[in-house]
């Protein structure tokens, strides 16, 4: 079935240093790859999202790239700062006619250090 | 601002109990899907409607567990009977087709 690993679980780093984390799928016809925070004790919100037909996308400190030859897409955030803690969830989904159903990684959990 | 709600906030309940989680999706949205969220498991998909009609539900325990949209208003989530290892916090979220999920805030579990 449709699967999405994503690395890694952890990731602690210094207020201003970037962060990556990555996800892989394994449904080849997945077309729709959103990013979602949650903030300890709330709901997981969008961050942000791309579709297969363009490679990157950026808004303000946050990109995400996708390449759907190796079936992976990364989340980057730049100029981290304290209020970017959180847990981060990548999903895939295939858009479209009966399909749709979003399926999400296990989480990264970030900590920016001040 | 429109929000999905989810009812109750928080349940305790005994183990054997009979425990209903309802969802209301944001109008005018089609899909509907219900996540269990563990601290092991991250985001678990249970069950997944478009339209109201159940697409997946593979992802759910049959046995004791159902999902049901009676109308486009109401989602819910039945666990029949509860297990301890049922505790955990239940998402409801909802989108249009293009798959965006907007989530309620949860509905935090405890069977004890």
């Known amino acids: 079935g449709e699967n999405v690993e994503q690395h890694p679980s952890t990731l602690s780093v210094q207020e201003g240093d970037s962060a990556v984390i990555k996800c892989t799928y394994s449904?080849?016809?997945?077309?729709?790859f959103p990013w979602y925070k949650q903030e300890l004790g709330k709901r997981p919100q969008l961050i942000i999202d791309?579709?297969?037909?363009?490679g990157e996308k950026k808004d303000q400190r946050i990109a995400v790239t996708l390449n759907k030859t190796a079936k992976h897409f990364s989340l980057h955030i730049t100029e981290t700062q304290p209020e970017d803690s959180a847990v981060y969830f990548c999903?895939?989904?295939?858009?479209?006619?009966?399909?749709?159903?979003?399926?999400f990684g296990q989480g990264t959990t970030l900590q920016v250090k001040p | 601002d429109a929000r999905v709600t989810q009812t109750p906030r928080h349940k305790v309940t005994e183990m054997g109990q009979e425990v209903t989680m309802r969802c209301q999706p944001i109008?005018?949205?089609?899909?509907v899907f219900w996540y269990r969220q563990t601290m092991m498991q991250g985001l678990e998909l249970l069950a997944y409607?478009?339209?109201?009609?159940?697409?997946?539900d593979s992802g759910m325990p049959k046995d004791r567990f159902s999902a049901e949209m009676p109308d486009a208003t109401l989602a819910t989530l039945k666990i029949q009977p509860s297990e301890p290892r049922d505790s955990a916090v239940y998402f409801c979220?909802?989108?249009?087709?293009?798959?965006?999920?907007?989530f309620g805030q949860g509905t935090r579990l405890t069977v004890v």
């Open positions: 979220a909802s989108g249009l087709v293009q798959a965006e999920a907007f």
């Open positions: 449904d080849s016809a997945s077309n729709y």
């Open positions: 791309i579709r297969s037909n363009v």
């Open positions: 999903a895939a989904s295939k858009v479209g006619g009966n399909t749709g159903k979003l399926i």
């Open positions: 109008l005018g949205h089609n899909t």
């Open positions: 409607f478009r339209n109201r009609a159940p697409l997946d």
